[in-house]
């Protein structure tokens, strides 16, 4: 069974950074799946926040984290990241790393692609 595992939320104050990891449960690697992040505050719906693709490294953000957030992947670690800079409170919310069979140059920022989850690590920014 695909399962993803996320791990570095925590608390952070405005202007901090954290860094996000997402690593395979279950399955041995992620080289051929395309991997994407998302978030969802109380109350708002699952928001897309960065994709990169299976192959040729294919990348898109989220609006609202262009400039301050960096997505990657370490296929030979088998994980990928989320560089979060710069944070904002708007930017708390759970974090979910996400994954779905890559078909190539692509990916997708809407949730409804994606097939298989993580169960989320919490993102706090206060002040």
């Known amino acids: 069974q695909v399962q993803l595992v996320e791990s570095g939320g925590g608390l952070v104050q405005p202007g901090g950074s954290l860094r996000l990891s997402c690593a395979p449960s279950g399955f041995t690697t992620l080289d051929y799946y395309t991997i994407g992040w998302f978030r969802q505050a109380p109350g708002k719906e699952r928001e897309g926040v960065s994709c990169?693709?299976?192959?040729?490294?294919?990348?898109h953000y989220g609006n609202s984290v262009k400039g301050r957030f960096t997505i990657s992947r370490d296929n030979a670690k088998n994980m990928a990241f989320l560089q979060m800079n710069s944070l904002k409170p708007e930017d708390t919310a759970i974090y979910y790393c996400a994954t779905v069979v890559g078909i190539g140059p692509f990916c997708s920022l809407r949730p409804s692609e994606y097939p298989y989850w993580g169960q989320g690590t919490q993102v706090t920014v206060f002040a």
């Open positions: 990169i693709s299976s192959s040729d490294n294919v990348i």
